[in-house]
């Protein structure tokens, strides 16, 4: 333990991680990191449960890229759900529950699902599941006015419908679809009954992707937060039902009676189901949720950009200090740490692993991206948008007051029961970030660090650079680290300052 004063504590800046003999070529390391129990991760990063972070969209962008989203909770349970369906909606193999409409369904009603779900066409099957036909973009390009008051079945192209047999691969798909130049080819049973749905979009977002994180039927990969109040039940229920891969119970002080009951209450019910819990910051906390059922913990107390449980409650731990101290506990008991917030340039991806996680929960970096919730805003002939903490006051009323009335903690900010009615004391702030375009520009950017990193290390695994050892710098160290003596005239697209 030796590095770590149990009295003192370090984060990020406080220390380097000491370069080492390499015969590892950044572009050649292996990223490949555990998220909760069987889902790994082609990158080690994982969207925040904020609602200026993580709705469908992040999610989607995550998973195709390598991490996973964990879409917030500050919305009701059913338009969370709807946001979980839209991600495992987005991108499959092979769709095996195609939504579908029935003949009497009205071109609006298509209308509408196409557009929520972001589909270029819908099958049409009657009460016994046959195919009668398929409903695309193409069928509907000109239609107008009074055409969306009649049925589907005036519009879908039914006479010489293309279909495969069930078990058809997908590159025999491929060469279907090629063949008749369409886009969608369904898949049909012995008695012509629709069985899946193979996509032109689908198959390209797989080249397009390859490091997607899917789950085993194709579909990229989501989690959500969830908290300890008496709706958790009736949450996670909701959850599961749009094939949720894993929950996160999300608050700021997980070393506690609640959030211990809250493991419980959802692995009683789910036993399988993937549940992250936090936030802990000591060997303790790690212990009780490990107990508990957890399979995976989340640390970080107060070190969020927006966060100010440190200076408002006295209480919490620099993040780099709270990582080493909890997963030298959690290595021993086989279960993953994500170390939860303070990341603020791609180095400290690199020394939270070094200190210990597996994953890092990113918000500030993320924010501003195109992909996160909320629109771009003008200031001074810059670019920006909004990010919040959870505790803060916006956060905290006017959306979610209700929700509020019946929770205890949240993420990173803190009501008591019954708070909506009362004063609230905030620990967040709420602010902007620079706008930051599309993420998977900032992803490159920010795995391009940690492979990066990892050439230093010599780490050709996130398994190997955790065993890279740290050096402390002081004040005129971390000086020197950061451009010095020179003004910066030219943005660099992974450093930012101020
Ligand atoms: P950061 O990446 O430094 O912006 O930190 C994001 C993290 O901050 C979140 O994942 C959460 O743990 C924490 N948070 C969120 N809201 C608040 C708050 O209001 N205090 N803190």
Request: proline fraction near 4%; aromatic fraction near 4%; include cysteine.
């Given at each position: 333990d030796g590095f770590f004063d149990r009295f003192e504590a370090l984060t990020f800046d406080d220390v380097v991680v000491v370069p080492g003999w390499s015969e590892t070529l950044p572009d050649a390391v292996d990223t490949t990191a555990t998220f909760a129990r069987d889902i790994e991760l082609a990158v080690p990063l994982v969207s925040a449960a904020m609602d200026k972070v993580t709705e469908a969209r992040m999610a989607v962008a995550m998973a195709r890229h390598g991490g996973i989203g964990v879409i917030h909770r500050n919305m009701s349970i059913a338009d969370q759900a709807s946001e979980v369906q839209k991600v495992k909606r987005s991108q499959s193999g092979m769709i095996t529950d195609p939504v579908t409409l029935p003949p009497t369904a009205l071109l609006h009603d298509a209308e509408a699902l196409m557009h929520k779900f972001k589909f270029s066409g819908v099958p049409i099957t009657d009460d016994d599941g046959h195919l009668l036909g398929i409903l695309t973009n193409r069928d509907i390009r000109f239609c107008e006015g009074s055409d969306f008051?009649?049925?589907v079945t005036d519009f879908m192209t039914s006479d010489g419908l293309v279909t495969a047999e069930v078990g058809t691969s997908l590159d025999e798909a491929k060469a279907i679809l090629q063949e008749h130049r369409i886009e969608k080819l369904p898949l049909v049973d012995g008695v012509g009954c629709l069985a899946g749905l193979i996509t032109v979009k689908d198959i390209q977002k797989r080249l397009d992707f390859p490091n997607a994180s899917r789950d085993g039927r194709g579909r990229l990969r989501c989690a959500a937060a969830v908290g300890v109040g008496a709706d958790l039940e009736e949450r996670v229920a909701a959850l599961v039902e749009m094939s949720i891969d894993a929950v996160s119970i999300d608050?700021?002080?997980?070393?506690s009676a609640n959030v211990i009951k809250a493991i419980e209450r959802i692995k009683g019910s789910w036993p399988d189901l993937a549940v992250t819990a936090g936030n802990v910051v000591t060997e303790e906390g790690v212990e009780a949720l490990h107990k508990a059922g957890a399979d995976a913990i989340k640390v970080g107390v107060g070190a969020g950009s927006i966060c100010t449980t440190r200076v408002v409650s006295g209480a919490g731990m620099p993040q780099l200090s709270a990582i080493w101290h909890t997963s030298r506990r959690a290595q021993q008991l086989g279960v993953p740490i994500i170390g939860d917030?303070?990341?603020?340039?791609s180095g400290d991806i690199v020394k939270a692993i070094v200190a210990g996680s597996q994953t890092v929960m990113i918000g500030s970096l993320l924010a501003g991206t195109e992909e996160s919730p909320g629109e771009m805003e003008l200031m001074d002939g810059r670019r920006y948008k909004s990010y919040r903490g959870m505790g803060s006051m916006g956060a905290m009323t006017g959306d979610s007051a209700d929700r509020y009335a019946t929770s205890q903690s949240t993420a990173g900010g803190r009501t008591d029961v019954g708070a909506a009615s009362k004063k609230l004391v905030p620990e967040g702030i709420e602010g902007r970030v620079p706008y930051a375009g599309p993420l998977g520009d900032v992803l490159y950017q920010l795995v391009g660090g940690l492979r990066s990193g990892m050439g230093y290390a010599g780490a050709a695994t996130l398994d190997a650079l955790r065993t890279a050892r740290f050096m402390r710098v002081t004040t005129a160290g971390r000086e020197e680290s950061h451009p010095h003596d020179v003004t910066v005239t030219k943005e660099a697209p992974n450093y930012q300052r101020g």
């Amino acid at each position: 333990d030796g590095f770590f004063d149990r009295f003192e504590a370090l984060t990020f800046d406080d220390v380097v991680v000491v370069p080492g003999w390499s015969e590892t070529l950044p572009d050649a390391v292996d990223t490949t990191a555990t998220f909760a129990r069987d889902i790994e991760l082609a990158v080690p990063l994982v969207s925040a449960a904020m609602d200026k972070v993580t709705e469908a969209r992040m999610a989607v962008a995550m998973a195709r890229h390598g991490g996973i989203g964990v879409i917030h909770r500050n919305m009701s349970i059913a338009d969370q759900a709807s946001e979980v369906q839209k991600v495992k909606r987005s991108q499959s193999g092979m769709i095996t529950d195609p939504v579908t409409l029935p003949p009497t369904a009205l071109l609006h009603d298509a209308e509408a699902l196409m557009h929520k779900f972001k589909f270029s066409g819908v099958p049409i099957t009657d009460d016994d599941g046959h195919l009668l036909g398929i409903l695309t973009n193409r069928d509907i390009r000109f239609c107008e006015g009074s055409d969306f008051d009649r049925p589907v079945t005036d519009f879908m192209t039914s006479d010489g419908l293309v279909t495969a047999e069930v078990g058809t691969s997908l590159d025999e798909a491929k060469a279907i679809l090629q063949e008749h130049r369409i886009e969608k080819l369904p898949l049909v049973d012995g008695v012509g009954c629709l069985a899946g749905l193979i996509t032109v979009k689908d198959i390209q977002k797989r080249l397009d992707f390859p490091n997607a994180s899917r789950d085993g039927r194709g579909r990229l990969r989501c989690a959500a937060a969830v908290g300890v109040g008496a709706d958790l039940e009736e949450r996670v229920a909701a959850l599961v039902e749009m094939s949720i891969d894993a929950v996160s119970i999300d608050t700021a002080h997980g070393h506690s009676a609640n959030v211990i009951k809250a493991i419980e209450r959802i692995k009683g019910s789910w036993p399988d189901l993937a549940v992250t819990a936090g936030n802990v910051v000591t060997e303790e906390g790690v212990e009780a949720l490990h107990k508990a059922g957890a399979d995976a913990i989340k640390v970080g107390v107060g070190a969020g950009s927006i966060c100010t449980t440190r200076v408002v409650s006295g209480a919490g731990m620099p993040q780099l200090s709270a990582i080493w101290h909890t997963s030298r506990r959690a290595q021993q008991l086989g279960v993953p740490i994500i170390g939860d917030g303070g990341i603020t340039f791609s180095g400290d991806i690199v020394k939270a692993i070094v200190a210990g996680s597996q994953t890092v929960m990113i918000g500030s970096l993320l924010a501003g991206t195109e992909e996160s919730p909320g629109e771009m805003e003008l200031m001074d002939g810059r670019r920006y948008k909004s990010y919040r903490g959870m505790g803060s006051m916006g956060a905290m009323t006017g959306d979610s007051a209700d929700r509020y009335a019946t929770s205890q903690s949240t993420a990173g900010g803190r009501t008591d029961v019954g708070a909506a009615s009362k004063k609230l004391v905030p620990e967040g702030i709420e602010g902007r970030v620079p706008y930051a375009g599309p993420l998977g520009d900032v992803l490159y950017q920010l795995v391009g660090g940690l492979r990066s990193g990892m050439g230093y290390a010599g780490a050709a695994t996130l398994d190997a650079l955790r065993t890279a050892r740290f050096m402390r710098v002081t004040t005129a160290g971390r000086e020197e680290s950061h451009p010095h003596d020179v003004t910066v005239t030219k943005e660099a697209p992974n450093y930012q300052r101020g």
